[in-house]
């Protein structure tokens, strides 16, 4: 049998799809009669949402689910984007599990990591490697790329060359490197310098389920008190500093679309400061709106006639981000500024779903905005279907916790056993 330890960053009831991933895999794995340990920290994201049912943190929590073993390790923890204290929570994290694997789990055959970068993963890419563990990484955005643009110019040019060769050997550790997109397959190969076979493509999933039924508009509109008659643009996901959620506020003020409203549902870091913004343009017709549970995605997504999906510019180079997944599966059209090479303009033009602007071009946005909310439901209607086709082909549920599950099997030298060749969506060609 094998015995699978699964190391997550965020794990349900955290309302985040990299959670429900880590889940969905786990449940899949002891289906399947592996052995499941799940390490995950407290739960604390997205920012502002409370979970008052772990009162008490400073000791280890057992929960079982389905089979599942899920180990809660008390760490620090930092759900607000600070630099500092997010590298204390990445190491902070990263000892709690290589000690809990040291006294507890010491027949493991093989880790796989979904967990916080750079200190995290080099602590337990230490680990593994001097006990002979297998381990497999599952990389959500690349770093130190992804931070090196939050600092200032003089001090990202400093920390480039550490840090990544900090990277480097960090994933020179692993059997297996999955990440979420070819591009970042692209540049673990050559940038970093992994072979080929080593590094497996595998794109974030949702539950298709959760979407088979749509929720009418109305329904929405009632539950969380939006006008009903006003054509709605909507921004649902984490409001942090790389979503540019308040470009969005700048860009919907300056188009002066006295008919329509803009909705912005979520929680992140930036809210406060978003939320302030607002009351100071005297913005009416925005409105915030929360909801943690992630059951009520698809209700909370028909208010909107159309999704809105920003990035700061460099921002969507190296992954997908998750809410495109959901806007998709919604059957709702996407109006984005993002790079244009990234693999989320790639994905809505492949899709014919949307509408895709450079970032941080307010001006753009804006023009977009008054020219989308013109267009006849039927248009909008078409632009939703398409996107609906495409999500459901390229981001099932069913199709990914099974690419990624062989390759946890593959990476501990059990694929031959179960007589399954190795698959993942960069040989399927997505």
């Known amino acids: 049998m094998l015995n699978v330890a699964i190391v997550d960053a965020v794990y349900p009831p955290e309302p985040v799809v990299s959670a429900q991933m880590g889940r969905d895999l786990a449940l899949h794995l002891a289906q399947d009669d592996a052995t499941v340990t799940v390490l995950c920290p407290f739960p604390t994201r997205p920012l502002g949402v409370r979970f008052p049912e772990y009162t008490n943190r400073d000791c280890v929590r057992v929960e079982r689910e389905a089979g599942v073993e899920i180990v809660r390790l008390p760490s620090f923890t ?14 902070s994290f990263g000892r709690s599990v290589c000690r809990y694997l040291e006294q507890n789990l010491p027949a493991v055959d093989v880790v796989y990591a979904n ?25 959500q955005d690349i770093y130190p790329e992804s931070l090196l643009g939050k600092l200032p110019g003089s ?81 649902l996901g984490n409001i942090g500093s790389v979503a540019g959620v308040d470009g969005l506020i700048e860009a919907f003020h300056a188009a002066r679309l006295t008919q329509a409203q803009l909705v912005i549902a979520g929680d992140g870091s930036a809210k406060v400061e978003c939320v302030d913004r607002v009351r100071r343009l005297g913005a009416g017709n925005i409105r915030f709106i929360s909801d943690p549970d992630v059951g009520n995605v698809p209700l909370l997504q028909s208010l909107g006639h159309v999704c809105l999906l920003p990035l700061r510019r460099g921002a969507g180079m190296s992954s997908i981000p998750s809410k495109l997944m959901a806007y998709l599966l919604s059957a709702k059209p996407v109006l ?14 492949e899709a014919e779903c949307g509408w895709v602007g450079e970032p941080e071009n307010g001006k753009w946005l804006a023009a977009k905005m008054a020219e989308v909310a013109s ?51 960069h040989d399927q060609g997505y």
């Not at 984005?336 to 033009?349: G, P, Q």
């Not at 439901?377 to 495409?390: E, P």
């Open 78 to 91: 930092a759900p607000e984007s600070r630099l500092i204290s997010r590298m204390r929570e990445s190491h």
């Open 115 to 139: 967990v916080w970068p750079l200190l995290c993963q080099a602590l337990i890419a230490r680990f593994c490697t001097r006990r002979g563990i297998p381990l497999i990484f599952h990389v």
């Open 155 to 235: 001090l990202g040019r400093l920390a480039t060359w550490p840090l990544k060769v900090l990277d480097r050997w960090t994933v020179h550790q692993a059997c297996r490197v999955v990440t979420i997109a070819e591009s970042m397959r692209q540049t673990y190969v050559e940038d970093r310098g992994l072979a080929p076979e080593k590094v497996v493509t595998v794109t974030n999933w949702i539950d298709e389920g959760r979407f088979a039924y749509l929720p009418a508009r109305g329904e929405a509109c009632a539950r969380y008190g939006i006008a009903e008659g006003s054509f709605t643009f909507l921004y």
């Open 336 to 349: 984005a500024t993002v790079d244009a090479a990234s693999d989320t303009a790639r994905c809505i033009l």
């Open 375 to 425: 267009l006849p439901v039927a248009v909008l209607s078409a632009f939703g279907q398409q996107g609906r086709a495409y999500g459901v082909r390229h981001f099932s549920r069913s199709a990914g916790v099974q690419s990624l599950s062989l390759v946890i099997r593959d990476g501990a030298g059990r694929v031959r056993s179960m007589g399954a060749p190795l698959r993942s969506t």
